[in-house]
């Protein structure tokens, strides 16, 4: 803790949060305005990552089916060369026991030749199939790939349009930092975390919080104006602070100095 923030009084500390609150406000309604971009590029990215990786499996697999489809039309011609070999052997045996040997190698070649044509047709079977599911990925991932760059550009230009300015009120909620103890400000975190919307500080308007809507007590409202303790909102629990703060604060002549 400074010596400034020793010396701050209720009233300064409330000020000096509200300030913090309404330039971290300023910075998530940019950070708004950039919305989902930054979250669907990288689901993009993720899922043009997810279609490679299954263009290459289909393409490996492609590859695997085709060396079976030669290997098995390697089968087939080794199968007819043994049953012509066999073939004319039969010509010349000189028993029935030699004949019926050599008719029954043919046999075992023709069945071989049977389940290699079998396993061929298979095989291009599924080579087709895979090949329709590579075409519909390549597709797929085209569009994809399509719709990256139009994010990704368009993610640049609002980021382009919104950086200075992100990075001046960045410069200003480290500087408004400064003047909050580390209690208040562990404290000020904490709310600001458990809301979406980021509100920890909110004035009263309409005699209802600012971040939650409850009503607020005409007393409690008194004493909010007189800025004499840190007040918090009984519904809520975000700090409440009067309206009238926000003109004290100065912010933009703070955000600009």
């Known amino acids: 803790m400074t010596k400034i923030q020793e010396l701050q009084t209720p009233e300064e500390k409330l000020i000096a949060m ?16 950039r919305g989902e971009l930054p979250i669907e590029v ?8 997810g279609l490679n990786v299954r263009i290459q499996k289909l393409e490996h697999d492609m590859d695997e089916l085709n060396t079976k489809a030669d290997d098995y039309a390697n089968t087939i011609k080794e199968a007819e060369t043994y049953i012509s070999k066999y073939t004319e052997q039969t010509d010349n045996v000189k028993n029935s ?52 760059e139009h994010k990704r550009e368009e993610l640049k230009t609002i980021t382009a349009e919104t950086e200075i300015e992100e990075k001046k009120l960045q410069k200003a909620a480290d500087r408004a930092v400064l003047d909050i103890e ?3 400000l562990t404290a000020y975190e904490r709310i600001r975390g ?19 809507f409850g009503k607020i007590p005409p007393q409690r409202q008194l004493e909010l104006k007189q800025r004499k303790k840190i007040i ?4 809520c629990g975000r700090i409440l602070v009067d309206p009238e703060v926000e003109e004290i604060i100065e912010l933009e002549k703070y955000i600009n100095k």
Do not use: P, W
């Not at 990288?42 to 990552?49: A, F, M, N, P, V």
């Open 18 to 33: 509200y300030r913090l609150q309404r330039i971290h406000s300023k910075i998530d309604e940019l950070r708004t305005l």
């Open 182 to 184: 580390d209690r208040m």
């Open 42 to 49: 990288q689901d993009l990215e993720d899922e043009i990552s």
């Open 194 to 212: 458990n809301y979406k919307n980021g509100l920890a500080v909110v004035t009263v308007e309409r005699d209802s919080c600012g971040g939650c």
């Open 232 to 235: 918090l909102c009984e519904h």
């Open 97 to 148: 026991r030699e004949f019926n040997a050599l008719t029954k190698e043919i046999e075992m070649q023709r069945l071989e030749i049977e389940l290699a044509n079998r396993r061929t047709r298979e095989a291009q079977a599924d080579i087709a199939e895979k090949s329709r599911l590579l075409a519909e990925t390549q597709l797929r991932l085209n569009s994809k790939q399509v719709d990256l």
